[in-house]
Antibody, heavy 123, light 107 residues
Framework: EVQLVESGGGLVEPGGSLRLSCAAS????????MDWVRQAPGKGLEWVGR??????????EFVASVKGRFAISRLESENSVYLHMNSLKIEDTAIYYC??????????????WGQGTLVTVSS | DIQLTQSPSFLSASVGDRVTITCRAS??????LAWYQQKPGRAPKLLIY???TLQTGVPSRFSGSGSGTDFTLTISGLQPEDFATYYC?????????FGGGTKVNIK
């Protein structure tokens, strides 16, 4: 069974840093794209960033609002992907979901999703 | 950025109703569109991808159609477990974007 489990969320002050983890199981981790999507309290979904597969050298993409502040890395030995968040802002407060990229005909869809981890940026 | 506009934002319906949600893209996106269902306190779930392909395990009462800029998600015979929020999402260009969501409530 494919499973994604996020951890690392919590309360952090503006300007602070946090690292989210997503532990994957049930599939060949290096073959898949992995994305992060967030949801501010009571709001809709916002795509945050992507780590492509090993074949694509784990290259990354980000939404403009987090570029230069967030990074994504992977640790193959742990089947884990990480979202490194720096210079956090109040507007980064959200539930952060890890999701696997389901690829077909050159397109990527999000399936499945982890349960999410809450990040609260507040003084 | 490609904007996705969903309508309506809210709708009230009864069990057994046929429900249609629309998603309009700010520019043509071929059929590179997915639909997700999210229940309160839960992670989203992929229902449909490539505009009209049902994900494995999703009931056949869900269907999707459209291409270019206009897309629809239809639920034929609403069931109690279908009351949720539905989002469309495009995979044409970065940044990947979602529609604002349509919350389906019980009438």
């Amino acid at each position: 069974e494919v499973q994604l489990v996020e951890s690392g969320g919590g309360l952090v002050e503006p300007g602070g840093s946090l690292r989210l983890s997503c532990a994957a199981s049930g599939f060949t981790f290096s073959d898949y794209y992995m994305d992060w999507v967030r949801q501010a309290p009571g709001k809709g979904l916002e795509w945050v960033g992507r780590s492509r597969s090993k074949a694509k050298r784990y290259t990354t993409e980000f939404v403009a609002s987090v570029k230069g502040r967030f990074a994504i890395s992977r640790l193959e030995s742990e089947n884990s992907v990480y979202l490194h968040m720096n210079s956090l802002k109040i507007e980064d407060t959200a539930i952060y979901y890890c999701t696997r990229g389901f690829r077909l005909n050159g397109r990527t869809w999000f399936d499945p999703w982890g349960q999410g981890t809450l990040v609260t940026v507040s003084s | 950025d490609i904007q996705l506009t969903q309508s309506p934002s809210f709708l009230s319906a009864s069990v057994g109703d046929r429900v249609t949600i629309t998603c309009r893209a700010s520019q043509g996106i071929n059929n590179y569109l997915a639909w997700y269902q999210q229940k309160p306190g839960r992670a989203p779930k992929l229902l449909i991808y490539s505009a009209s392909t049902l994900q494995t395990g999703v009931p056949s009462r869900f269907s999707g159609s459209g291409s270019g800029t206009d897309f629809t998600l239809t639920i034929s015979g609403l069931q109690p477990e279908d009351f949720a929020t539905y989002y469309c999402q495009q995979d044409t260009s970065f940044p990947l974007t979602f529609g604002g969501g349509t919350k389906v409530n019980i009438k």
